[in-house]
């Protein structure tokens, strides 16, 4: 089972030199709705998953890590 690593994905919009704001633009997410999911404060849902992937260029198996066992 694989999960969402918000911070793998904040990583890479720093290391691309794109703003949050041009990755919100791009993408129709909003500013805030952005930053939450950054923080990991907010369930990235599968369409804005796939529009960040496309903005930024990069497989759709990029941000998934491995499920911790509970």
């Not at 290391?15 to 919100?24: E, P, R, V």
Request: glycine fraction near 8%; aromatic fraction near 4%; proline fraction near 4%.
């Amino acid at each position: 089972l694989l999960v969402f690593d918000s911070n793998k994905m904040k990583e890479c919009i720093e290391t691309s030199g794109l703003k949050q704001k041009a990755i919100s633009e791009k993408t129709g997410i909003s500013e805030p709705a952005l930053s939450l999911i950054l923080q990991g404060k907010r369930k990235c849902e599968i369409g804005e998953y796939a529009t960040i992937c496309k903005v930024l260029d990069v497989g759709m198996d990029k941000f998934l890590k491995p499920r911790m066992p509970v």
